[in-house]
């Protein structure tokens, strides 16, 4: 599976929760797949999904979802020990593994070499990690959002991405519309 396979997949898992999405090409499938008032599409800055989707998480008592990609993790491994040592219990972070920088033409990352992001994770303190292959994410990422205990999961799957058009909705009227359904 790819990333927008994956993101159908778990597109009426996640419906009804806050998600904050991660730059570029996973924001623009998620907007295509489920746009929903709920989901906080980033336009422009790699590496900073998980941060906000925590920051949002120790704010109020909704379960966040930041799902992020091993390259953006990897340009930000600050947020991974912050996540390990301000523990929220309404906050997953998923992160989509590729193996790649899929929104800059798919050039590999060290994700799809050496490094482990699930070894890190665990590395810097994060006491409930969890790797799964893509088609298994569905059953795994509702029970992490049933528990209701912080979880990192690490999804690997393929690298590649498929044609679709830029979010045209203005970067305030989704920060607004986000807003209003965080304090619903």
Same mark, same amino acid.
């Given at each position: ?6 993101? #159908? ?5 996640? #419906?009804?929760? &806050? ?18 008032? =709920? ?5 422009? =800055? ?7 989707? &925590? ?7 909704? @379960? ?12 930000? &491994?600050? @947020? &991974?020990? !912050? ?20 929104? !800059?033409?798919?050039?590999? =990352?060290?994700?799809?070499?050496? @490094?482990?992001?699930?070894? *890190? ?26 528990? #209701?205990?912080? !979880? ?15 979010? @045209?909705?203005?970067?305030? *009227?989704? #920060? ?5 359904? *965080?304090?619903?």
């Amino acid at each position: 599976m790819i990333r927008s396979e994956i993101l #159908r997949e778990i597109a009426p898992i996640i #419906r009804d929760h &806050l998600v904050v999405c991660n730059i570029g090409l996973p924001s623009q499938e998620l907007h295509m797949i489920d746009d929903q008032p =709920t989901n906080f599409y980033m336009l422009g =800055t790699m590496g900073l999904s998980s941060s906000i989707g &925590l920051g949002l998480a120790l704010a109020q008592d909704k @379960t966040v979802i930041s799902i992020d990609g091993d390259g953006s993790v990897l340009t930000n &491994l600050g @947020t &991974l020990p !912050t996540i390990a040592n301000n523990v929220a219990d309404n906050y997953i972070l998923l992160i989509i593994d590729n193996g790649s920088y899929g929104s !800059t033409g798919d050039q590999p =990352t060290y994700a799809g070499k050496k @490094t482990k992001l699930e070894n *890190v994770a665990e590395a810097c303190g994060c006491e409930n990690v969890i790797t799964v292959q893509d088609k298994d994410l569905g059953p795994v990422l509702q029970k992490a959002i049933d528990d #209701r205990k912080m !979880t990192v999961i690490v999804c690997k799957c393929d690298s590649g991405n498929i044609k679709l058009p830029v979010i @045209t909705m203005d970067p305030v *009227v989704i #920060r607004h519309r986000f807003m209003q359904a *965080v304090q619903a």
